[in-house]
T-cell receptor, first 109, second 113 residues
Framework: DQQVKQNSPSLSVQEGRISILNCDYT??????FLWYKKYPAEGPTFLIS?????DKNEDGRFTVFLNKSAKHLSLHIVPSQPGDSAVYFC????????FGTGTSLTVIP | DADVTQTPRNRITKTGKRIMLECSQT?????MYWYRQDPGLGLRLIYY???????NKGEISDGYSVSRQAQAKFSLSLESAIPNQTALYFC????????????FGEGSRLTVL
């Protein structure tokens, strides 16, 4: 049973606008959440993370929001750039990592 | 050179053959993992190892085995490959301090005919 879900397989955004990628989880024991970015023919790379004791973490253009009551995580990219076009995986950690199915983001120049 | 190296990068084999995917890392991390990626299913954990003498099953370990030959080396074996093991396989590492951050290899694409 999928404990981490990304319900949008794909997303297209105009360059300069905000990209919002969403993630839902079911296990309230998760204590750490991460986003990974994956380009074709490469392995995923770590992008940003957030502890369960926080509700927001920001790193440059990337901000992750955590709503524990809703068991919902989101990644905001502002402004979006063509180089951000990739597959984004949400992940949650408790004893081991659990990954979502990924959202393919296309930023249109 | 990549910090996490996987070999082979691509492999086509036949049902029933034994296959080994190898992973080596230069990051000095104790923790190593094998994941499998399938379309629509994301990344799923096959096996993981927290040190040389530690091996743990992940959520989809059936049909696979692993060997942690050294701190830097972690190999994944398919003793008798079957077509539904066709997938993209990733090795990853992490350290104890920043256990939440995984460093992935570039992937090994396996096709079982």
């Amino acid at each position: 049973d999928q404990q981490v879900k990304q319900n949008s397989p794909s997303l297209s955004v105009q360059e300069g606008r905000i990209s919002i990628l969403n993630c839902d989880y079911t296990n309230s024991m998760f204590d750490y959440f991460l986003w990974y970015k994956k380009y074709p023919a490469e392995g995923p790379t770590f992008l940003i993370s957030i502890s369960s004791i926080k509700d927001k973490n920001e790193d440059g253009r990337f901000t992750v929001f955590l709503n524990k009551s809703a068991k919902h995580l989101s990644l905001h990219i502002v402004p979006s750039q063509p180089g951000d076009s990739a597959v984004y995986f949400c992940a949650a950690f408790h004893d081991q990592f659990y990954f979502g199915t990924g959202t393919s983001l296309t930023v249109i120049p | 050179d990549a910090d996490v190296t996987q070999t082979p990068r691509n492999r086509i084999t036949k049902t029933g053959k034994r296959i080994m995917l190898e992973c080596s890392q230069t990051k000095g991390h104790d923790r190593m993992y094998w994941y499998r990626q399938d379309p629509g299913l994301g990344l799923r954990l096959i096996y993981y190892s927290f040190d040389v003498k530690d091996i743990n099953k992940g959520e989809i370990s059936d049909g696979y085995s692993v060997s942690r030959q050294a701190q830097a080396k972690f190999s994944l074996s398919l003793e008798s490959a079957i077509p539904n093991q066709t997938a993209l396989y990733f090795c990853a590492t992490s350290d104890l301090v920043r256990a939440g951050e995984l460093f992935f290899g570039e992937g090994s694409r396996l096709t079982v005919l």
